[in-house]
């Protein structure tokens, strides 16, 4: 007899596909992890049908009855056209996932969603991580990019047109700069890529450092440098600071969220600034919600996708 109750999830980032079952419970049965190694346009769909079609096999030879799938991409996910706009995978401006993936499912009656990565990382700490039961949070991704998945009331804020979630457009010191035009004030200064420019600014500005290089920088090695008291990267990890607690007020004072869950490659090393990154909040936060608001870590870390994409899933299947 067939197990009901088992969903796919597929997470589609920037470097990688990951896909897993999933049982009703939350439990994580089989995962796989494909690199997409330059792949482009159609390539990139090809493959995710291909890695689905491997995930059905497997499910089939082990009696599990596929009832759902959903699939975390890392971009906008059109409701209205059933399209993907994906800025880090080339030819996905408007691509076509929702019909590929129908196509390539071997029962096309099994429902199908699609959500941005930011949606589906609030999703999958809400039912299985940090978030657990909480009606109003917000998932803060820092990595090479900024962005937040926000849960208000129960209800996901996708905005118009699904764009809304978009924090690295936001604005928090003046003036404006054409250096911000390609990915926004928050994010050029303070996401991985902006602590790197911020560190490589200032050693051509001549100022010393024993540990960092400019021609061979990574965010882990600023922070490596920040631990070993480096005043370089202390300066660059003040100013960080200053950003995430400036955008943690002000997404305090919006939402009055009960949690704000931190994750990305960044959050990573900079857990252990959330104490600090509270303290800054606090200066600018409406008074009443900051006391409210707790900070806190992913618990799911590499799998927040694919958990909020199995929730996604079951959502469509079996949840309210």
């Known amino acids: 007899m067939m ?5 796919i999830a597929m997470d589609l980032g920037g470097t990688k596909l990951s896909g897993a079952l999933f049982s009703r419970e939350g439990e994580l049965i089989h995962k796989t992890v494909t690199l997409l190694e330059e792949r482009a346009g159609s390539e990139v769909g090809a493959l995710l049908v291909q890695q689905l079609s491997e995930l059905e096999t497997y499910a089939h030879k082990r009696d599990l009855l596929i009832r759902s799938l959903g699939i975390c991409v890392p971009g906008i996910s059109k409701q209205q056209n059933r399209t993907v706009w994906a800025p880090n995978i080339p030819g996905w401006e408007a691509y076509p996932l929702y019909q590929e993936v129908k196509a390539g499912l071997s029962n096309p009656e099994i429902p199908v969603s699609i959500e941005s990565d ?7 700490e809400i039912w ?9 949070a917000i998932f803060m991704a820092v990595g090479t990019g900024i962005g937040i998945g926000i849960v208000a009331n129960g209800q996901i804020i996708n905005g118009s047109d699904g764009i809304a979630g978009a924090l690295g457009w936001m604005a928090l010191d003046h003036p404006y700069s054409s250096q911000y035009d390609s990915c926004g004030q928050f994010e050029f200064c303070a996401s991985g890529t902006g602590i790197v420019r911020s560190a490589e600014s200032f050693l051509r500005e001549g100022m010393f450092s024993n540990y960092l290089d400019a021609a061979k920088l990574t965010t882990r090695e600023v922070f490596f440098a ?7 990267a202390i300066k660059v990890i003040e100013q960080s600071i200053g950003y995430w607690g400036m955008a943690v007020a002000n997404l305090v004072s919006i939402f009055n969220p009960e949690k704000i869950i931190f994750g990305g490659g960044v959050f990573g090393p900079a857990i252990q600034l959330l104490d600090r990154i509270y303290e ?3 200066k600018w936060a409406q008074p009443i919600s900051i006391k409210q608001v707790r900070l806190e870590a992913s618990a799911l870390e590499g799998n927040a996708g694919l958990t909020g994409a199995a929730y996604l899933a079951f959502r469509k299947e079996f949840l309210p």
Do not use: W
């Open 226 to 232: 920040f631990s070993q008291k480096d005043p370089l």
């Open 128 to 136: 299985k991580g940090n978030a657990h039961n909480c009606r109003n």
């Open 118 to 124: 930011r949606n589906c990382y609030i999703m999958g």
């Open 3 to 7: 197990e009901k109750g088992t969903v």
């Open 280 to 282: 800054e909040a606090a």
